[in-house]
């Protein structure tokens, strides 16, 4: 073989062996990162409210005059299923979803609500029709259908009321949903310690410091009775919460 084949071979084992070695320390870090998580057990939080468990996420159910709302749609559809017969839920039942983001732990089982309508923010479109990668050169899936919010937005669904409030950070388009002015659904816009808010884990941020200004502008919310987080559980006492803030 000639010295410069050779050199080049040589070249393009190195690029791949440190490809595979920058690979194999992100799913390291990931899997670190996703131990910290302590999402909530299947079951019903409060009168009609309902967490599913998906390994590190959750995703929520609210019951309404003729269906279930989503808040997002969990990590595996097979694991989505079995968690709601536990709860004796049909996914056919299921006529809305509203989306915190579109990571792809977030959006798996969507395919188990085909006779829902999927909302997710203005914002967010960007990262699922190839315009803005979410790692690098890796995008969010693509979603089939779907409406878009703007920040403010309110939707009237099965009898309960759904505002939308745009908190990006997380990724560009993270939307929090307000039900019935009560139940504060904020995905992956703050984690919750000891029943404080603080940043989501930043490994997994697009951007913290506007993530900051986000959890600023959810503290400045009137009186939530309940905060559900996507990965760390839910508290009832938004004065602790955002106490800080
Ligand atoms: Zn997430």
């Known amino acids: 073989m ?16 440190l490809v595979i070695l920058a690979l194999g320390g992100y799913l390291v870090k990931m899997n ?11 079951g019903e939080i409060t009168a009609g409210v309902y967490a599913v468990r998906d390994s590190y996420v959750n995703l929520f159910l609210i019951k309404g005059a003729d269906g279930y709302i989503a808040v997002d749609a969990g990590n595996s559809l097979k694991r989505v299923r079995q968690e709601m017969q ?5 996914p ?3 006529t809305a979803v509203f989306l915190t983001h579109t990571d792809f732990d977030h959006v798996a089982a969507l395919d188990l ?4 309508t999927i909302y ?20 969010n899936p693509k979603i089939p259908r779907y409406a878009l919010l703007d920040d403010g937005q ?3 669904v099965s009898g309960r009321s759904v505002r939308g409030i745009a908190t990006p950070g997380h990724t560009p388009g ?59 559980g839910f508290t009832d006492d938004a004065a602790r919460a955002f106490g800080d803030r």
Request: glycine residues 6%.
């Open 174 to 232: 993270a939307m929090s949903y307000v039900v019935d002015g009560a139940y504060l659904f904020v995905g992956d816009t703050m984690s919750l310690k000891n029943g404080k808010a603080g940043l989501f884990n930043e490994f997994f941020n697009m951007d913290s410091a506007t993530q900051e200004a986000s959890i600023r502008k959810l503290a400045a919310l009137k009186n939530p009775k309940f905060v559900f987080t996507a990965h760390y």
């Open 92 to 94: 056919s039942k299921v």
């Open 154 to 156: 309110t939707i009237d």
């Open 32 to 42: 670190m990162e996703t131990r910290k998580m302590t999402p909530s057990a299947t």
């Open 113 to 116: 609500f085909p006779q829902a």
């Open 120 to 139: 997710l923010s203005k914002a967010e479109e960007q990262m699922i029709n190839g315009t803005t990668p979410r790692f690098v050169v890796i995008h």
């Open 2 to 17: 000639k010295k410069t084949a050779k050199r080049f071979l040589a070249g393009v084992g190195i690029v791949l062996v």
């Open 86 to 90: 536990i709860l004796s839920i049909d």
